[in-house]
């Protein structure tokens, strides 16, 4: 299939070590994927995909997050910031998101604040760049209804993230060690666009892999991984083409892909995991 003749921007967040940053950029210098990072930006001064990127030459930015939500400022003062500098109300924010689970709710608005600072500073320095799309590669931190409102609408998406297990099983951050240590026969990969839940949003595509009697987690990691090098760029190359097609299903969005070689697609992966 031809590459898309547009290329897409793409702004890249990383926390670690960046391998599915390397996957993309790997690809587009092969003209293999039809897009660009324009920037990548991390919540962590230490992410080795920050160094990746350097050594592409693309701009890195990072948002220290671990300053952010340890500093101490008083609540007030931070239900006021918040509402002046991000134009947001902790408050109606907080009855909106389902990501938070502090039970006490001063601490949970306290801490909701924070992100959403930690995110504004993210979201004005991502505007720079004019990304067509915000690619999580590996990206722990939770995104609140803040940064996701100011990417999504109606049926338009523009946050990607991929996960590490057969969704709706296993989501959160251990998506390997939990269909590893839960005996599962088959794991998967999803990749998805991102939505206010905990890895809820519409799925774009899915792998599977098998798990062999002896295999050791870093093996099944390994193997996943190598799929979602496969699988993340052929999403953007679907979105790139115009191949993906947004629906409704129940109420619910969904995506349709609209590609002829669909099949073939899915018959490579699995071969790949079988390999
Ligand atoms: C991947 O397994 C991805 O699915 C998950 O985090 C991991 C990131 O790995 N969201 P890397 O930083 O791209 O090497």
């Not at 324009?38 to 300053?67: C, K, M, N, Q, W």
């Not at 338009?156 to 998506?175: D, E, K, M, T």
């Not at 995506?255 to 899915?266: C, F, H, K, R």
């Amino acid at each position: 299939m031809p590459l898309a003749e547009n290329k897409l921007r793409l702004a890249v967040l990383v926390s670690g070590s960046g391998t599915n940053l390397q996957a993309m950029l790997d690809r587009m210098e092969r003209r293999e994927l039809a897009a660009e990072v324009v920037v990548v930006a991390s919540d962590r001064t230490e992410a080795f995909g920050l160094e990746r990127a350097r050594h592409a030459g693309i701009p890195t930015h990072v948002v220290d997050y671990a300053d952010l939500l340890h500093s101490d400022q008083d609540f007030n003062t931070l239900l006021h910031r918040v509402r002046h500098e991000c134009s947001v109300d902790v408050v109606e924010l907080d009855e909106r998101q389902h990501i938070l689970r502090i039970s006490e709710p001063i601490r949970r608005r306290e801490r909701l604040a924070k992100l959403v600072l930690a995110e504004h500073a993210l979201v004005q320095i991502l505007d720079c760049y004019q990304p067509d799309y915000i690619c999580l590669a590996g990206f722990m931190r939770l995104l609140t209804p803040y940064f996701l409102g100011h990417y999504n609408q109606e049926n338009s998406y523009r946050v990607i993230n991929i996960h590490p297990a057969l969704l709706p099983a296993f989501p959160g951050q251990h998506g390997y060690q939990d269909t590893f240590a839960y005996g599962c026969k088959w794991g998967g990969i999803t990749v998805h666009f991102a939505d206010e839940g905990e890895d809820t949003g519409p799925i774009i595509a899915q792998a599977v892999y098998p798990l062999w009697p002896g295999d050791h987690i870093d093996t099944v990691r390994n193997r996943g991984l190598r799929i979602e090098y496969e699988m993340y760029s052929q999403c953007l190359n679907w979105i790139a083409r115009g191949q993906l097609m947004m629906y409704h299903e129940a109420g619910k969005p969904r995506v349709a892909v609209a590609d002829p070689g669909y099949a073939e697609v899915l018959r490579s992966w699995l071969a790949l995991a079988l390999a």
